[in-house]
């Protein structure tokens, strides 16, 4: 039995080097890092040099880092800890795009119960945020704008210079969303002047339940919890500290992986990988932009074909893949994101997320394309649509 996992997106494997960077602080050292003895000093030690990696490869300091449980709960502190503090008195709009993380687009609807103006930015049909309605949309009511970097279901990577430069235009905060840009494609906060960036261990081979929020200097957020003084008040609670310590790893191997080759063989794989499934397949469609995508994704609507029928059979053959649908009150939803980018329903259900990782190896990924070729072709026999559709060809 096949067991190729084609679902990074949604989370990667451990690599080995961040498993043996932990397992000393799950082991002998235990000690809580609050505490004066040397037990806990030593993984103090280790904390704060997790966070000097983490912020060097950010180019950010270390002082502007917080720790967090994972990339919702970061995205949460940021929203809400803008829209719950001081900065909010003078300004009532949220900008966030239409193709956000639901743990974005759901935090900026609850603000919309809390008396916020949300705006959803349209994205083109490539699936790249339009910039001239950012323009149009971020004004000087914006308390802040909020965007992904790179889409999790599309790959697609948003201009964030450009709209950062607006949002400092217009006297907003901008908070970037980097879960999927972080070890795909090589980027300093800088460079898009956010003042709020958010990572996640458990997409570059770190461990789950780990996070982190870059809050610039200065910035004073409401924080959502309360208790200790653990990351500055901002974030109390005792830390996690092999799941830190195995970020810090994580980022600094992951930083190798777009040096050294490894990120240009994925691409090279995805890219196989697609062109394999749009040449030999009729009525397919890539969804979002070819070139402004992160090198391990690819996202093909399989028209006249089930998404979940076709997620359930592949798996069937071993091979992990997901849709964009959710599961919502017993009926399946078609993915927010697609059907952002202008694409009919009815298609969008067909849609399928491939998302590679620096452990597929080119076997696997020509067994998977067979295996959906052939899955797909079986599908679509049974389906009454695709006979008269075949028939309106002839
Ligand atoms: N933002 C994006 C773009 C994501 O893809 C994800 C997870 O899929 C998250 C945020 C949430 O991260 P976490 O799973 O660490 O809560």
Known sequence: MKNIYLDNNATTPLREEVLEAMMPYLRESYGNPSSVH?????VRQAIEAARETIANALGVTADELYFTTCGTESNNLALKGVA??????????????????PCVQQSAKYLVNK???????????????????ARRE?????????TLYANNEIGTIQPVAEIGKIAKANGALFHVDAVQALGKIPFKVGEFGADMLTV??????GPKGTAALFIRKGLKLEPLMHGGHQEKRMRPGTENPAGIIGFGKAV????????DGTIERIRSLRDRLQDNLLSRLDEVKLNGHMELRVPNTVNISFKYVEGESLLLMLDNKGVA???GSACSSGSLEPSHVITSMGIPAEVAHGSIRFSLSRYNTQEEIDYAADAVVEVVNKLRDFSPLWEDFKKSKQ
């Open 321 to 323: 893949v997901s849709t």
């Open 84 to 101: 719950f503090s001081k900065i909010a008195e003078k300004r009532n709009k949220i900008v966030v795009s239409s193709i956000e993380h």
């Open 38 to 42: 040397s037990f806990g000093k030593k």
């Open 252 to 259: 600094e191997e992951v930083l190798m992986d777009l040096e």
């Open 115 to 133: 008396g916020f103006n949300v705006c959803f930015l349209p994205v083109k049909p490539d699936g790249i945020i339009d910039i001239e309605v």
């Open 200 to 205: 996640s261990a458990h997409k570059i081979y």
């Open 138 to 146: 971020i004004d000087e009511n914006t308390l802040i704008v909020s």
